[in-house]
């Protein structure tokens, strides 16, 4: 392991291999990356749907997707390794006049940034994902350039371009102390050794708090459970008329349940109102139940199925649920 480098990046999931990268084009080569498991993407990278989108309410956020998408779309030609992308759309149902009319302001600025995104009636929503319910819709927004990615792909992609052109990557080791001189950074501790660096990337996601903690820095990011399931539908199922043809991820706004096609399966999740900031990962089966309730009512095929397996993952949530990108204030 290098015992110097201009920038050193904690976390190895999509957004620090996407940094690592990033820094490379720029021609910052002398990086480390460290991600304390074994492999990389096996944090909340390796446990989520892997859906993206346009559809955001702030300018800022749309102009990450923006960006991101545009290269996911030329992914092998520009970063050098292919990508599993289907853009078949985000659906958003929306059941309220209120949430109709917040989705109608969203879809104003999207579109003044230059997304081609739609209102559309229940009817067309029903005709895009085959076997929807739409009871109690009144409209729904559509981004079809909106869509699911691999995340392992993505990652792994980033990460193999950074190396090529000189970053290191280190797995198998944890950061353990972040050393701050007069307010500046100057090092990074490790189970593997101390690098000198006057730079240092917080991209651990739901663990940033801990780590700005070692360099005196509070962060307020806090780890939030979500499940995800896959459910298997019966053969007959998947080849009728009622069932999801393409990766089009539907959300229903109300409940935040959601569902794309995965293979001949259904993946499909739901924010639990309910639950409390941790590290725990294990699968409350219990939490089905409420889930199993609305995806009967918005996706009936899934009566008819079995749920396969399940896993949950950690999203990384902060005040106001967007990002926190820049440098901090107390430490340069």
């Given at each position: ?33 460290i991600?304390?498991?074994r ?5 909340s ?11 955001f ?52 600025l999207?579109?003044?940034l ?15 994902a ?22 392992n ?7 193999r ?5 000189g ?7 944890e ?12 090092g ?16 651990a ?5 801990r ?20 459910a ?39 924010g ?7 590290f ?40 106001d ?7 901090v204030?107390?430490v340069?």
């Open positions: 392991m290098r015992s110097a480098a201009d920038v050193v990046i904690i976390g190895g999931g999509c957004m620090g291999a996407s940094t690592a990268y990033h820094l490379s084009r720029l021609g910052i080569r002398n990086v480390v990356l991600e304390r498991e492999q990389l993407a096996t944090g990278t390796g446990r989520n749907a892997g859906g993206v989108r346009h559809q309410s702030i300018p800022e956020n749309i102009a990450f997707s923006i960006e991101s998408i545009h290269l996911m779309e030329r992914f092998e030609d520009e970063v050098g390794y292919p990508l599993d992308f289907h853009q078949d759309g985000y659906l958003f149902l929306l059941s309220t006049p209120e949430s109709v009319s917040t989705f109608e302001q969203n879809i104003a999207q579109q003044s230059g997304v081609e995104v739609e209102l559309l009636t229940p009817a067309e929503a029903a005709r895009l085959p076997g929807l319910n739409v009871d109690g819709v009144i409209a729904a927004s559509y981004c079809s350039r909106d869509g699911i990615a691999d995340p792909g993505l990652t792994t992609g980033f990460a371009a950074a190396q090529t052109a970053v290191e990557i280190e797995r198998d080791t950061v353990t102390g972040i050393t701050v001189d007069a307010d500046r950074i100057a990074v501790t490790t189970t593997r050794g101390t690098i000198a660096t006057p730079v240092v990337v917080n991209a996601g739901p663990h940033a708090a780590v700005a903690q070692l360099a005196g820095v509070n962060l307020p990011v806090e780890p939030l459970r979500r499940h995800i399931f896959i298997q539908p019966p053969a007959a199922a998947v080849a009728g008329a009622d069932f999801p043809e393409t990766h089009l991820m539907a959300i229903d706004f109300a409940t935040s349940f959601y569902f794309h096609r995965e293979g001949a399966n259904i993946l499909f999740g739901m639990d109102p309910d639950e409390a900031p941790g725990d990962m294990t699968v409350q089966w219990d939490f089905l139940d409420s889930v199993v309730e609305v995806a009967l009512t918005r996706l009936p095929v899934l009566a008819e199925g079995t749920i396969s397996h399940a896993w949950a993952g950690l999203y990384a949530m902060s005040p649920a967007n990002a926190i990108i820049g440098p204030e107390q340069k």
